[in-house]
């Protein structure tokens, strides 16, 4: 045994471990144990963990990117960009997302997303009547999620937006 197999259950911890690994990694695959895989399946297990409270404990964050026309210089929209500043630390988009679609997080997440983002078109046009666009990514797993119209139609009735200043744009994984 390996020096971090030294119990039964140990064994069968990491032998769950490698076989959750190699199905992620499509059909037909197989994976050893090994120091590295344990460090990322812990990663992975310790950021599905703390996705279940990030809402609750305001941990997420929205920022603006502004979107430019590069002929005229002129500002036509604005993209919503999450971040996420969890209690051990910031993690990347790319290393959260993927998480939050495989566990489902992403669809309470992706509802956090819109409600802010409305809310804040309303702040602004209320503010100085400004008129811009704002684009809203959106994963495989909201699009498939029955309810994702409903939702969407119900957060700019209750904020009293125009839905005409509300984008989505789907990401790649859906059209992959």
Known sequence: LSNYS???????KHADFALYYAKG?????????????YVIMSRKHMID?????????????????????????????LE????????????????????AEETGWIVPIGEWVIEKVCKQLKIWQEQDGSKV????????RQFRDTSFMSTVSRIIEREQIDPTFLEFEITETVML
Do not use: H
Request: charged share 25%; aromatic share 12%; with cysteine.
């Open 6 to 12: 030294r119990t039964v259950d140990q064994l069968m």
């Open 133 to 140: 666009k704002v684009c809203v990514n959106i994963s495989a």
């Open 80 to 99: 919503a960009l999450l971040r996420w500043n969890a209690p051990f630390g910031t993690v990347a988009p790319d290393e959260f997302i993927p998480i």
């Open 49 to 77: 963990r703390a996705l279940r409270k990030a809402i609750d404990n305001s941990e997420f964050e929205l920022y603006y990117q502004p979107l430019v026309d590069i002929k005229s210089g002129k500002l036509v929209g």
């Open 25 to 37: 990694q499509g059909k037909n695959k197989y994976q050893f144990f090994t120091e590295e895989l």
